[in-house]
């Protein structure tokens, strides 16, 4: 069974940084798509950033230059590192995987959807303040 455990996050001042972490386990596939999804309060979930399994990324717009997504296999480990945050990147932020690459759209900076990850970790809360 697929598990994914998201940590990491915390309460930073506007400009700070941090680095979220999504450690998974039971995960066989050699192929993957992984991506950071986020939701803040009121609103539905979004994007963030995405990683096929070659490597390829794509981020959400609002978020580009400021959040680096990256993985380690050897640690079944994803990341996400997030500089220069700002108040509107206070949300709930969860990291989900699915043995469907998404390579064709990350190549084209496009990011998955939600119907396109089966396995999601439970969150890790995220909060900027200004």
């Known amino acids: 069974q697929v598990q994914l455990v998201e940590s990491g996050g915390g309460s930073v001042q506007a400009g700070g940084s941090l680095r979220l972490s999504c450690a998974a386990s039971?995960?066989?596939?050699?192929?993957?798509?992984m991506a950071w999804f986020r939701q803040a309060p009121g609103k539905e979930r979004e994007g963030v950033a995405a990683i096929d399994s070659d490597g390829s990324t794509a981020y959400a717009e609002g978020v580009k230059g400021r959040f680096t997504i990256s993985g380690d296999n050897a640690k079944n480990t994803l990341y996400l590192q997030m500089s220069d945050l700002k108040p509107e990147d206070t949300a709930m932020y969860f990291c989900a995987v699915d043995r469907r690459r998404c390579l064709p759209l990350v190549a084209a900076g496009k990011l998955p959807l939600e119907v396109d990850f089966s396995y999601w970790g439970q969150g890790t809360q995220v909060t900027v303040s200004p």
């Open positions: 039971g995960y066989t596939y050699s192929t993957y798509c």
